[in-house]
């Protein structure tokens, strides 16, 4: 799966909102080091460095376009292309950034502690995951790809996604290595004009990457039209051609 930074950045505004309420939450210290683990095009990397502006501030995702991006918008700062499985850097940072990444990364159980490890003492792991599988949105590009006329070729696409555990479970993993977890939920609904073709190219930055993927040209459209149809049943239009799209975000900030 590629991942399409001028996608991405269509809804900048709308998906840096998080992160900057995610970073807010982080205790204040004199970090002297920081990274973007999943940093896409740059923008929450932006923001780290804005928040702690003395430290060393780094990036990493797997995607080469969103590098590429990433590098174009913060030259000052280092990118690598690797995947978050992949990284080896052992530390230890100040802080650990991972806006909107982890969901796509398995099993949890392993991986936070593992990121907590990464961080010197009094350092912060600041964690934002879509929340939102259950969402019609994601339901129903569930249920277009499982249809008879997509079914063999799209099944696997709804393995990509890692669901979450709930707040106790992630609390009490973290909680065993850190002096301090804090874990909350948060709806955000995003104004969207353009009625259901918003939604549609809201989501084709994110969630719709592995069902688009194994499709040409042609089918993509094929299937994007369906998915925009039960879509425009699913979500009011508002006189002014706005849709309002709730989406739910589980946030993190464990301090070791």
């Not at 840096?16 to 970073?23: E, Q, S, Y």
């Not at 923001?47 to 918008?73: Q, Y």
């Not at 063999?152 to 973290?174: H, I, M, P, Q, V």
């Not at 977890?181 to 084709?204: C, M, N, Q």
Request: aromatic share 8%; with cysteine; glycine share 6%.
């Amino acid at each position: 799966m590629s991942w399409s930074a001028k996608q991405y950045v269509t809804f900048e505004d709308e998906r840096t909102r998080p992160v900057r309420d995610l970073l807010t939450a982080v205790p204040a210290n004199d970090a002297r080091s920081a990274v973007d683990i999943g940093c896409g095009p740059g923008n929450s990397t932006e923001v780290l460095a804005a928040r702690f502006p003395d430290a060393s501030v780094s990036g990493l995702d797997n995607s080469p376009d969103m590098i590429e991006a990433a590098r174009k918008r913060l030259p000052h700062v280092h990118f690598e292309t690797v995947g978050i499985e992949a990284w080896n850097n052992p530390g230890p940072f100040d802080v650990i950034l991972a806006n909107a990444v982890l969901h796509w990364v398995p099993d949890h159980a392993t991986l936070l502690p593992s990121l907590i490890a990464k961080l010197a003492s009094g350092g912060s792991l600041a964690v934002q995951m879509p929340d939102n599988l259950d969402e019609p949105a994601h339901r129903l590009m569930r249920e277009v790809a499982l249809s008879e006329k997509w079914a063999a070729k799209l099944s696997k696409a709804l393995e990509s996604r890692t669901s979450l555990e709930g707040a106790d479970w992630y609390y009490g993993l973290l909680k065993k290595h850190c002096t301090r977890v804090d874990v909350w939920r948060t709806i955000y609904h995003h104004p969207l004009a353009g009625g259901a073709s918003a939604v549609v190219e809201w989501f084709k930055g994110s969630a719709l990457g592995p069902f688009l993927a194994p499709l040409d040209d042609q089918q993509r459209a094929e299937y994007l039209e369906e998915y925009r149809k039960v879509v425009e049943s699913a979500y009011t239009t508002l006189p002014d051609g706005t849709v309002l799209l709730p989406f739910p975000r589980f946030f993190i900030v464990a301090t070791r």
